[in-house]
């Protein structure tokens, strides 16, 4: 067995060289000065992990979502991970999820004990909540929408099945900061909610975190206790648990950035507005679908094309960054063998997966980095 290389270096490094680009750090971390400012305290006192910052931080997360509770950990993953695992989700469970979203979603559902059942995808990318009760089964214990690029699931017929069936909702919302579904905020849907400060996620940090959101004061009482060794004090162990501690660094920076927030939020949707406009007549292009009583914030601008895989040539040759999210949907992954799907269990997510293309949305994009996209897409039509 060929040993396993870490593949990012080279691939940051490929990305990089491109003029537009979905890697736009360097721009909105060009204040950094100030960053390392605030983090100068944080030196001082020495409160590496689950700091101060940290609890400021919590405050002012569950404040913009609408939450009694915000629980810092260390990625968007291990909050997936953790609010399963405080619901009592393990062995012999199953939690129902989509079979389009990105790995964490499913490998946090594994690596806590249960088997993911799949369900297909609508026409916005997101779960089909009409195929969900026909997979319930005794063994189920959740359901785990995912609120892809950052709209939010059909969560009114969610919530009610859940609750005919006494199920928890942990909502993946790792792209949805500042998305709202019919005026209420991601972070408040379900029983949880899971965020990703990844550095390509909307609001964004130096190295990995995530916080989860939730109403209930039982379970986050048990989410502080399972993210730091099942500690209440230094030398008292209620539960043996994880470290899964946001870096008190990390949350400088978070809190830094939801200084941005709106402004990061308005951008990305004015950008994904306007390629809306331009793109909707180009017959080779669909648009997914969109809601006018959901809020979405495009942490991937993403639509169906003809002949992908020549477009995506096409505009990356002419220094565009053309990325496909995502090209193998859950069920057909490797991983996911053991499963026994086969190639047309679920014909939308791999429709999706086979014929979409995502165009940089972020803050930094110009309208005449924009313009270019478009006439580049319109041109290799014509």
């Known amino acids: 067995m060929a040993t396993t290389k870490n593949f990012l270096p080279e691939q940051y490094r490929q990305s990089n060289k491109l003029g537009i680009n979905h890697n736009y750090l360097d721009q909105q971390f060009s204040d950094h000065q100030v960053i390392w400012a605030k983090m100068r305290d944080v030196v001082i006192r020495g409160d590496f992990t689950l700091g101060s910052e940290v609890d400021l931080l919590e405050k002012e997360y569950a404040h913009i979502s609408g939450t009694k509770h915000a629980i810092g950990v260390g990625s968007g993953t291990d909050a997936i991970f953790l609010s399963l695992k405080a619901l009592g989700v393990g062995e012999g469970d199953e939690v129902i999820t989509t079979a389009f979203t990105f790995y964490a979603t499913i490998g946090a559902i594994v690596t806590a004990g249960a088997k993911p059942v799949f369900c297909d995808i609508g026409a916005d990318y997101n779960i089909n909540s009409l195929e969900i009760e026909a ?9 785990l929408p995912v609120h892809w690029s950052g709209k939010p699931c059909d969560m009114d017929a969610i919530e009610d099945i859940a609750q005919k069936h006494n199920l928890a909702i942990v909502g993946d919302a790792c792209h ?14 379900g029983t949880l909610a899971c965020f990703s400060f990844h550095p390509l996620k909307n609001l964004n940090v130096w190295g990995d975190g995530g916080i989860i959101t939730t109403n209930s004061d039982e379970l986050a009482d048990k989410l502080r206790l399972m993210r730091n060794h099942g500690l209440v004090g230094r030398d008292e162990c209620h539960m043996f648990a994880y470290n899964s501690r946001l870096d008190t660094i990390q949350a400088v920076v978070a809190r830094h950035m939801l200084e941005k927030i709106n402004h990061i939020t308005e ?15 180009v017959p080779q292009i669909i648009i997914p679908k969109r809601d006018t009583d959901i809020y979405q914030v495009y942490h991937i601008y993403s639509i169906c094309c003809q002949r992908r895989s020549e477009l995506q040539n096409y505009l990356i040759e002419n220094d565009v960054d053309a990325k496909v999210h995502y090209p193998i949907p859950m069920h057909l992954q490797p991983a996911a ?26 803050e930094f994009i110009s309208r005449n980095q924009q313009d270019h996209v478009i006439n580049l897409i319109k041109a290799f039509y014509d």
């Open 176 to 189: 949805a900061i500042s998305a709202t579904y019919k005026g209420r905020t991601a972070g408040s849907l």
């Open 337 to 362: 063998d053991y499963l026994g799907h086969k190639k047309g269990d679920f014909p939308i997510a791999e429709t999706i997966a086979d014929n979409t293309i995502s165009l940089p949305v972020h």
């Open 267 to 281: 951008s990305r949707v004015a950008h994904a507005n306007y390629f809306d406009k331009e793109l909707r007549s």
């Open 135 to 143: 997979k319930i089964t005794p063994a189920t214990k959740a359901i």
